[in-house]
T-cell receptor, first 112, second 114 residues
Framework: KAGVTQTPRYLIKTRGQQVTLSCSPISGHRSVSWYQQTPGQGLQFLFEYFSETQRNKGNFPGRFSGRQFSNSRSEMNVSTLELGDSALYLC???????????FGSGTRLTVV | AQSVTQPDIHITVSEGASLELRCNYSYGATPYLFWYVQSPGQGLQLLLKYFSGDTLVQGIKGFEAEFKRSQSSFNLRKPSVHWSDAAEYFCAATNTGTASKLTFGTGTRLQVTL
């Protein structure tokens, strides 16, 4: 079966711009989570959506937002980009915690 | 605060040698525990998970992990390492209250020498 698909794979943006990242979960998975990975901070939880509702949120500023659609696809938006937002953004989908979380290959965002 | 600690930043082993990667957690109750592997430029692949029951868990690619409540540890092992195992390994945990939020360790980079 198809895995978790993240698009685009790479992005270069300028400070102050905004960006939208997309995640298509495995068919049947209703939970989608987002993580930021940087060399300095490691893997940090951004937020999780389940059935179009944000169920959990990490400690990130309001510039980071997300949503989930009725088909479980999710988007993440970062407004007013800062250099420190440069990171690998990973999406994970799950059928339920007991089944574990399947990660996509990520979107590499570079802010210049 | 809940945390996951991987004390070894970098480990080098020879191909064919055994491997043990350490992971300690600090949670109020026994969390759900996971090991993931990440190759350069790629996402995370789930190796194995522990929720309850048998404390020795078998995973993919010949990996296993042992949960030890008394030591708050969940160490990953492999009896014989292959060159293709070179990657970064992450231990992660989540509790049942916030089951969707994984807390990751800082990772251990494994180098395999031929």
């Amino acid at each position: 079966k198809a895995g978790v698909t993240q698009t685009p794979r790479y992005l270069i943006k300028t400070r102050g711009q905004q960006v939208t990242l997309s995640c298509s979960p495995i068919s049947g998975h209703r939970s989608v989570s987002w993580y930021q990975q940087t060399p300095g901070q490691g893997l940090q939880f951004l937020f999780e959506y389940f059935s179009e509702t944000q169920r959990n949120k990490g400690n990130f500023p309001g510039r980071f937002s997300g949503r989930q659609f009725s088909n479980s696809r999710s988007e993440m938006n970062v407004s007013t980009l800062e250099l420190g937002d440069s990171a690998l953004y990973l999406c994970a989908s799950s059928f339920g915690t007991a089944y574990g979380y399947t990660f996509g290959s990520g979107t590499r965002l570079t802010v210049v | 605060a809940q945390s996951v600690t991987q004390p070894d930043i970098h480990i080098t082993v020879s191909e064919g040698a055994s491997l043990e990667l350490r992971c300690n957690y600090s949670y109020g109750a026994t969390p759900y525990l996971f090991w993931y592997v990440q190759s350069p430029g790629q996402g995370l692949q789930l190796l194995l998970k522990y929720f309850s029951g048998d404390t020795l868990v078998q995973g993919i690619k010949g990996f296993e992990a042992e949960f030890k409540r008394s030591q708050s540890s969940f160490n990953l092992r492999k009896p014989s390492v292959h060159w293709s195992d070179a990657a970064e390994y992450f231990c992660a945990a989540t509790n049942t209250g916030t089951a969707s939020k994984l807390t990751f360790g800082t990772g251990t980079r494994l180098q395999v020498t031929l």
